[in-house]
């Protein structure tokens, strides 16, 4: 168990609708990080959250959304989905304030038909 | 904005030979370097990493060197093992304007038994 856990695993939606994948740090860990992983595509970086707050923001598209809650778990809302968000979401944390030593989770593939 | 590069994109050698991993950053003001390991079908695990202070870190039969005045760092892997056989990410915290972990596109590494 890699300390940093995703849920659900596996998800599969129809285009048009709207998704919440979730995810809980390490314990001590203050910073999530959410990164997008398309078919033989890197590591998209989406967004950080820091102890609550939003530290930076990637390539993220206006139909997608983070909040980090008071218990540090983090979840990532996908809206208006579309063919093309179809990939594996992974999310990390770190206990700092930036991206160093980061541990990912399993991830959750997000299939939309 | 913030850019890795990473080559090759996929490398192939015999078990026991050596495989080396290039990439380079543009930011001038990255100051740490990770480098991760995926699995197929699993997360990426940090390997690992090198900070700006020093030139060079190994550990067992992976090594990372740092050129930070031409701004590329590279993974050395000697005496292959068909277990080896993944894809690898490296990594730059970029600094400008927030820091964030950015990843090149990866290299799949084969070894062939």
């Known amino acids: 168990d890699s300390g940093v856990t995703q849920t659900p695993k596996h998800l599969i939606t129809a285009t048009g609708q709207r998704v919440t994948l979730r995810c809980s740090p390490r314990?001590?860990?203050?910073?999530v990080y959410w990164y997008q992983q398309s078919l033989d595509q890197g590591l998209q970086f989406l967004i950080q959250y820091y102890n609550g707050e939003e530290r930076a923001k990637g390539n993220i598209l206006e139909r997608f959304s983070a909040q980090q809650f008071p218990d540090l778990h983090s979840e990532l809302n996908l809206s208006s989905l579309e063919l093309g968000d179809s990939a594996l979401y992974f999310c990390?944390?770190?206990?700092?304030?930036?991206?160093?030593?980061?541990?990912f989770g399993q991830g959750t593939r997000l299939t939309v038909v | 904005g913030e850019n890795v590069e990473q080559h090759p994109s996929t490398l192939s050698v015999q078990e026991g030979d050596s495989a080396v991993i290039k990439c380079t950053y543009s930011?001038?003001?990255?100051?740490?370097f990770p480098w991760y390991k995926q699995e197929l079908g699993k997360r990426p695990q940090l390997i690992i990493d090198?900070?700006?202070?020093?030139g060079e870190k190994k550990d067992q039969r992976i090594a990372v060197t740092l050129n930070k005045t031409a701004k590329h760092f590279s993974l050395h892997i000697t005496e292959t093992q068909p277990e080896d056989s993944a894809v690898y990410f490296c990594a730059a915290l970029t600094q400008g304007g927030s820091e964030k972990l950015v990843f090149g596109k990866g290299t799949k590494l084969t070894v062939n038994p």
């Open positions: 930011d001038s003001a990255s100051n740490y």
């Open positions: 314990s001590g860990d203050l910073s």
């Open positions: 090198i900070r700006s202070n020093v």
């Open positions: 990390a944390s770190t206990p700092y304030n930036h991206g160093a030593e980061a541990f």
